[in-house]
């Protein structure tokens, strides 16, 4: 398979389109771009290369064609861990069963350091620029929030994902979609700010959903 039919159907794996893959990619680019790439009129660079291996959770070797099918490692590569809670980034849907589970790379486990850490699956459009609804997101409790990170938080006794931002005399969970209607929730007082927070997402994954 080539690198751009490779793209393609990793792509279409995770009902991603064009312009959702150049967003997610650092600095973006446009649907132009991953168009040309998916066509073979164009290759990106090694850097790009890499992040859109990490974006697909795969390696640079798998996406130009140089290893062999499957597109997944074999299972040992892998920890299965419990989708314990279900985040809404926009309007709230149905709670998933408590019986759901999710493969993890090892790899992002060791990079991510955190016995804590643990999964939610994505509810919502609210943060659509940067999670789909049904996406699965892996959590450290641990790690202090910065600046642009997304964060789940216990906020009026719902679980939210927002994106993170903190200054002298206000904090604010800032929603990041496509669509409009969605409003910033901000605290004048951050230490005595009336939400919980309850990690920071430092990977995340189009949700292939199985039970025990």
Not at 104 to 133: H, K, Q, T, W
Not at 177 to 198: C, H, K, L, Q, W
Request: with cysteine; proline share 6%.
């Amino acid at each position: 398979m080539s690198f751009g039919n490779r793209v393609r159907a990793l792509r279409e794996a995770r009902n991603w389109n064009q312009e959702e893959v150049g967003n997610r990619l650092n600095p973006k680019v446009t649907k132009a771009a991953v168009a040309s790439w998916e066509s073979g009129k164009s290759q990106p660079r090694m850097y790009r290369l890499e992040q859109l291996a990490d974006l697909f959770d795969t390696t640079v070797a798998d996406l130009m064609g140089e290893t062999t099918e499957p597109v997944r490692p074999n299972g040992a590569q892998y920890v299965t861990l419990p989708v314990l809670v279900a985040g809404h980034a926009g309007e709230f849907t149905d709670e998933f069963g408590p019986d759901e589970v999710a493969d993890v790379p090892i790899s992002v486990l060791e990079r991510v350091n955190d016995p804590d850490a643990y999964l939610m699956r994505v509810r919502g459009s609210c943060m659509n620029r940067r999670f789909a609804d049904g996406e699965n997101a892996l959590l450290s409790p641990r790690c202090e929030p910065r600046n642009g990170d997304a964060v789940a938080a216990e906020y009026n006794g719902e679980m939210i994902l927002r994106s993170y931002y903190r200054g002298a005399s206000t904090l604010v969970l800032s929603p990041d979609s496509y669509e409009d209607g969605y409003t910033d929730i901000v605290f004048d007082d951050p230490e005595n700010a009336s939400v919980s927070f309850r990690g920071v997402v430092k990977w995340h994954q189009a949700s292939e959903v199985k039970r025990y």
